[in-house]
């Protein structure tokens, strides 16, 4: 089945560091994948996505890496700001590819 | 703003009542979605509409009854519900192409308590 799951829960990390999230996918197939940031009180917002046919797409200060032999994703943001706090999510088309499968999110603190 | 507007933002309901959910969507999209979202648990997808046609139905109790009259709006009417039903219910909506159902925009949520 598919199974899209995240290392860690909780990552704490200083102002202007960077910071590594990290996810794992069971499906493949999948040809897609998204990151979204949820911040409290807010629904999931769109950050970025890769194709599977990409290793690494950038986007203003985060960069999505795909390594498809250990069918792992990461998202990297760079110099971290008290505004990257919250929680982050990464996602895959599910089965009949009409929706998106979620992982179980990774909270990011940022200590000033 | 996202584009997708859900009411209320807040609800507080017995087990023996009658609410609804209401969603719109600004973007001119042809597909609508709700998730259920509850503490320490991912995005749990419970309906998928296309083009109005509900194409998606992830074994959610009948007590949860969706309701798309047209491609910008979507309603989750609720009756006889349980505690465990408590969670933040998501609506979202996306460009459905021969590709899939891609990029999902997220509206902010009813936070839903069930006394």
């Known amino acids: 089945g598919e199974s899209v799951g995240l290392h860690l829960p909780t990552l704490s990390v200083q102002e202007g560091d960077n910071s590594i999230i990290n996810c794992a996918y069971s499906?493949?197939?999948?040809?897609?994948f998204i990151w979204y940031k949820q911040e409290s009180g807010k629904g999931p917002q769109f950050i970025i996505d890769?194709?599977?046919?990409?290793d690494k797409r950038q986007g203003q200060r985060v960069t999505v890496l795909l390594n498809k032999t250990v069918k792992h994703l990461s998202l990297q943001i760079a110099a971290t700001q008290p505004g990257d706090s919250a929680v982050y999510f990464c996602?895959?088309?599910?089965?009949?590819?009409?929706?998106?499968?979620f992982g179980s999110g990774t909270r990011l603190q940022v200590q000033p | 703003e996202t584009g997708v507007t859900q009411t209320p933002r807040h609800l507080v309901m017995g087990m023996t009542n009658k609410k609804s959910l209401k969603c719109e969507q600004h973007?001119?999209?042809?597909?609508m979605y709700w998730y259920k979202q509850s503490a320490k648990k991912p995005l749990e997808l419970m309906f998928v509409?296309?083009?109005?046609?509900?194409?998606e139905n992830n074994s959610v109790p009948s007590r949860f009854s969706p309701e798309c009259p047209n491609s910008s709006h979507l309603f989750l009417h609720l009756h006889t519900l349980q505690p465990e039903d408590s969670a933040l219910y998501l609506c979202?909506?996306?460009?459905?192409?021969?590709?899939?159902?891609?990029?999902?925009?997220f509206g902010s949520g009813t936070q839903l308590s069930v006394l």
């Open positions: 973007l001119g999209h042809n597909a």
């Open positions: 499906n493949s197939a999948s040809d897609y």
């Open positions: 890769i194709r599977s046919n990409m």
């Open positions: 979202a909506s996306s460009q459905a192409g021969t590709g899939g159902h891609e990029k999902l925009f």
């Open positions: 996602a895959e088309p599910n089965t009949g590819r009409r929706a998106l499968t």
């Open positions: 509409y296309s083009l109005e046609e509900r194409v």
